[in-house]
């Protein structure tokens, strides 16, 4: 495969399951994000992991729980959502480091609906 | 602080129309400016970009051109097809830090 990988591509939970989203990059970069995208509003960066470190955290509640176990894999664990937690998830990575080239490449995303 | 405005959409055109779409943008230091497209049920595609002032980024017959004076990185394509439609998203990452900025995307339809 190549490029930026996401499983599942759709997703119904309850408010009271738990489940995960996976990306996985197939492009050697150092860098992934998740973002997430919900109608008539704007992209919503979420978390960012650099190096496999965490340095980003938009104030996301904490019923999103990320995991980065190598550079070429994020995770996002999902838990007792709400319903406005219905959006499509974006993942996204990048080669950090390298001057004026942080082009970001991006997953086809889950789209979560949450009942 | 960085950020970037779009025009608002939806725009409609009809198949072989000229395409405009604004981008202006705020930022510290020296930004690399870039479009995406989404296609409906689709992720974010990097369509073009520009890393210094007076590049011009073009693909697929879009072109954008990095204008320091105006701040600005508008999109314009001569002649738009049916499969043209999508939404467009301008987007700035800063020379600091890693973080990229996006607009509200601007929604295209093009018809036959």
């Known amino acids: 495969e190549t490029g930026v990988t996401q499983t599942p591509r759709h997703l119904v939970m309850g408010m009271t399951n738990k489940k995960s989203l996976k990306c996985e990059q197939h492009?050697?970069?150092?860098?992934m994000y998740w973002y997430k995208q919900s109608a008539k509003k704007p992209l919503e960066l979420m978390f960012v992991?650099?190096?496999?470190?965490?340095?980003e955290n938009n104030s996301v509640p904490s019923r999103f729980s990320p995991e980065c176990p190598n550079s070429s894999h994020l995770f996002l664990h999902l838990h007792t959502l709400q319903p406005e937690d219905s959006a499509l998830y974006l993942c996204?990575?990048?080669?950090?480091?390298?001057?004026?080239?942080?082009?970001?490449?991006f997953g086809p995303g889950t789209r979560l609906l949450v009942l | 602080g960085n950020s970037v405005t779009q025009m608002e959409g939806p725009v409609t055109l009809s198949e072989e129309a000229f395409l405009t779409i604004n981008c202006t943008y705020t930022?510290?230091?020296?930004?690399?400016l870039f479009w995406y497209v989404q296609y409906p049920g689709e992720g974010l595609q990097l369509l073009l970009k520009?890393?210094?002032?007076?590049d011009k980024g073009s693909n697929k017959g879009f072109e954008a051109t990095y204008r320091k004076e105006t701040t600005s990185f508008h999109l314009e394509k001569g002649s738009v097809q049916v499969s043209d439609s999508a939404v467009y998203f301008c987007?700035?990452?800063?020379?600091?830090?890693?973080?990229?900025?996006f607009g509200t995307g601007t929604s295209l339809t093009v018809i036959p």
């Open positions: 996204a990575s990048s080669q950090e480091g390298t001057s004026g080239l942080r082009t970001q490449y």
């Open positions: 492009l050697g970069h150092n860098a």
């Open positions: 992991y650099n190096f496999k470190e965490q340095t």
């Open positions: 930022a510290t230091g020296y930004p690399s």
């Open positions: 520009a890393t210094k002032a007076d």
């Open positions: 987007a700035l990452s800063s020379n600091t830090g890693n973080q990229f900025y």
